[in-house]
């Protein structure tokens, strides 16, 4: 399906060659930024934003687009803590393990939370509800330990107020499934 309406008479596609449409927002970026290799971190973080996670051949994508060799495009992309390559489940946890938190003991929280999901951290359960990641710095260090749940700071975090908080979540959760199941 293509959009032939044009204002000078020439035609344009409204679909993505793909067949995704979002790449249409991701060449948007790349465009506004003359696809410039500099713009590869704008071009990551709009790639992610949009597709949710990088996948591989997201990052083959925008190594051609930006003439980037694709070793580049995988070394800035991992080498920010932000950057996810895997799809990200329903809700998710970030631990932060920057300084201060990490001298909170923020590492105790990962392993908890390692242990109740029963994932490894840059994972997400297998059922596709939880992800489970840490960040450098979340830039609330006075907060520490700080974790995120679904976007919402939870400071002066322990174990066990994270584990009671995703635990509630996980249990919203199996009460929607079982309406559904109930029909
Ligand atoms: S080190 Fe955790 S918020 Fe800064």
Known sequence: ????????????????PSGDDRYVALDRTMKRFHNE????LEVLHSAQET???????????????LHVPLSQVYGVATFYHLFTFE?????NCI?????????KGSSEIVEKMSAVLSIPVGKTTEDGLFSLS?????G???????????GEIQGKATPETIAKKVGLILA???????????G
Do not use: W
Request: charged content about 20%; aromatic content about 6%; proline content about 3%.
């Open 1 to 16: 399906m293509s959009d032939t309406g044009s204002s000078n008479g020439k035609q344009k596609s409204k679909v993505h």
């Open 37 to 40: 290799k500099d713009a590869l």
């Open 51 to 65: 597709f949710g996670y990088l996948s591989e051949e997201l990052l083959f994508y925008i190594s051609n687009h």
């Open 87 to 91: 799809p990200q489940g329903k809700h």
């Open 95 to 103: 631990v932060c393990t920057g300084t201060a938190c990490h001298v």
């Open 134 to 138: 840490t960040a450098r710095c979340l």
């Open 140 to 150: 609330c260090c006075g907060l520490a330990p700080v974790a995120v749940i679904n």
């Open 172 to 182: 919203d959760e199996m009460v929607v499934q079982d309406q559904e199941e109930a």
